[in-house]
């Protein structure tokens, strides 16, 4: 980006959501983060004020819509404007478990957060964008809403809906300025990866990936950022899979 604008990313207590916080921060780019988990989102903010960036934190459940506004407002309060944002908080919920046996505390549990909680943002972001002349948003959806795997329905169906908000939030903002795209990350060694597979299933996936491995929070992060640049005004309604070659198979 060629001028510090102000980019609030949801999740951003660890992972993705910190790695990509710390990405912006990094560009020159005023940071807002926002979370659950107050000690870990304040711990990112003071390593991003120690390398000389600028970031606040405020902590908010996503999947409650006024705390949503409430954190947009805040936003607005402190910086007075929003540019861009990152909706990154996520669950992975009940995997490896056979469709029939999915419960329906398990769908809510993770539409509540994958799902709702996009929109909730959204729809929060979006007017908030409208005031200052547009802006962008990047939302976190991964290959299970790209292609199927055993084991991941619902899981799977909760990010197949997030790809689905963007590319239908893309056209109806493409002439308000607005640009709406996603990333859709492969294996990546974040927290929620170290729950869902241990080192005998980290071998099994890395064999499946074209390069060999797992990718890394900060790759993730830079297709983010560049997603989120005004200099790819003409890109919108994409979803981007940083994958090391897995969708391409």
């Not at 893309?170 to 300025?177: M, S």
Request: aromatic share 6%; charged share 20%.
């Amino acid at each position: 980006m060629s001028e510090s604008n102000v980019i609030l990313v949801t999740g951003a207590t660890s992972g993705i959501g910190a790695a990509t916080a710390k990405a912006f921060a990094a560009a020159g780019h005023r940071v807002v983060l926002a979370g659950r988990r107050a000690d870990k989102g304040l711990a990112v903010v003071d390593a991003i004020r120690a390398e000389g960036g600028e970031a606040t934190f405020f902590p908010a459940d996503v999947s409650n819509p006024e705390e949503v506004q409430s954190l947009v407002d805040k936003t607005l309060e402190t910086y007075g404007r929003l540019d861009a944002a990152f909706n990154n908080a996520g669950v992975e919920g009940d995997t490896l478990v056979p469709f029939h046996e999915q419960s329906a505390e398990n769908y809510r549990h993770v539409f509540d957060v994958n799902v709702e909680a996009v929109l909730n943002c959204m729809k929060a972001q979006v007017p908030a964008m409208l005031q200052s002349g547009g802006g962008a948003i990047v939302n976190n959806a991964s290959i299970a809403g790209l292609v199927g795997f055993n084991g991941m329905s619902v899981y799977g169906a909760s990010k197949h809906a997030v790809i689905g908000l963007t590319r239908n939030a893309a056209l109806e903002y493409a002439q308000q300025g607005i640009r709406v795209n996603a990333v859709a990350p492969g294996p990546i060694e974040t927290e929620m990866y170290d729950r869902f597979a241990n080192d005998e299933v980290r071998e099994q996936i890395n064999t499946m990936v074209p390069m060999g491995r797992s990718g890394t929070a900060e790759e993730v992060a830079s297709a983010v950022v560049w997603l989120a640049d005004p200099a790819n005004s003409y890109t919108t309604g994409q979803v981007i899979a940083v994958d090391g070659g897995f969708t391409a198979q």
